[in-house]
C-alpha cells in the first residue's frame, strides 16, 4: 500500500475567499417587543420580500446604550421572518461579546459613506473596477451582482430575477424584477430603466415594492429610482 502524504490528504477541499450581498438590519432600539412589531409591520408591506437572504445586524445607533441586547430573541425574530442572522458589526465591545455568544460573528465597521456631489448621474469613485454589462435577458431566479461597480443591463430582467450592484444599475429595457443598487450603502446610487415594471427597487437598503403602484407618468416608461433622505422617489426620465 502506498501511504498517503500529508498533501494529498488535503484535497477533499479548497478554502477561497467569497463575497455574498446580504441585507443589513440597522437596529434603532434594544427593546425587543418595539422592534418585533416595527419589522411585522415593514414585512407586511412586501411580502415574500425575504428568502433567506443573510442578514448583517448593524449595532451602531445602539452602540451607546446600556440596556443588554436579547441576541438570541432577535435572531429566532429575523428567521421567523426569512431572514438567516449572520452577523454583527458597530456595537460596543460588551454587545460584540454578547453577540458572539450568541452565535454571530462580529465584521468590521462599513468605512464612512463619502459626499455625493449633486448631478445627474453620480460618477463610480476612481477605485471603483468600473461597470459590468450584461446583454443576455434574466429569467425568473437569476441573479447578477455586480460588485463594486455600475451594472449595465441591455435585455429585459424578468419577474423573479434579481440584479444587484454597489453602484448603479442600468437597464435599457423592460425591468420587471428586483433591482437593489447602491447594496454596499452608497445612498447615491440609482436605478434607471426605459420600461419601468419592477417587482421591488432598492437603494442601499431601503425598498419600495410592487404592493405600492407606480405613479401613471412612470409605470412602463422611461424613468429613474434615487433616494431622498429615506425616500425612495421614482420619476420620469426627461
Known amino acids: 500500500m502506498v501511504p498517503t ?40 408591506d412586501a411580502p415574500g420580500f425575504f ?13 451607546d446604550s446600556r440596556e443588554p441586547i436579547d441576541f438570541a430573541a432577535i435572531m429566532a425574530l429575523l ?3 426569512g431572514t438567516l442572522p449572520v452577523a454583527v458589526r458597530g456595537g460596543n465591545p460588551a454587545q460584540l461579546e454578547a453577540a458572539r455568544a450568541a452565535g454571530l460573528g462580529a465584521v468590521p465597521e462599513a468605512p464612512p459613506a463619502r459626499a455625493e456631489a449633486p448631478a445627474a ?25 455586480a460588485r463594486g461597480a455600475d451594472l449595465v443591463v441591455l435585455a429585459m430582467v424578468s419577474f423573479g430575477a434579481e440584479v444587484i450592484a454597489d453602484g448603479n ?21 440609482r436605478i434607471f430603466s426605459t420600461c419601468m415594471e419592477p417587482q421591488l427597487v432598492s437603494i442601499a437598503g431601503i425598498y419600495r415594492t410592487s404592493e405600492t403602484a407606480l405613479p ?10 434615487r433616494l431622498e433622505g429615506e425616500k425612495i422617489i421614482v420619476e420620469p426620465l426627461a
Open 79 to 81: 428567521r421567523s421572518h
Open 216 to 225: 401613471a407618468n412612470v409605470a412602463g416608461r422611461a424613468a429613474q429610482v
Open 5 to 44: 502524504t500529508p498533501a494529498q490528504a488535503r484535497t477533499c477541499f479548497d478554502l477561497k475567499s467569497a463575497s455574498l450581498p446580504v441585507v443589513a438590519v440597522v437596529l434603532k432600539t434594544t427593546d425587543f417587543a418595539l422592534l418585533a412589531a416595527d419589522l411585522a409591520g415593514r414585512v407586511a
Open 121 to 145: 448621474m453620480p460618477e463610480l469613485p476612481a477605485s471603483d473596477p468600473g461597470t459590468m454589462v450584461l446583454d443576455k435577458p434574466l429569467r425568473s431566479g437569476q441573479q447578477v451582482y
Open 51 to 63: 428568502d433567506n437572504d443573510p442578514v448583517l445586524i448593524d449595532l451602531a445607533p445602539v452602540r
Open 169 to 189: 444599475i442600468h437597464v435599457y429595457a423592460p425591468l420587471r424584477g428586483r433591482a437593489l443598487a447602491g447594496a454596499r450603502g452608497n445612498t447615491g446610487a
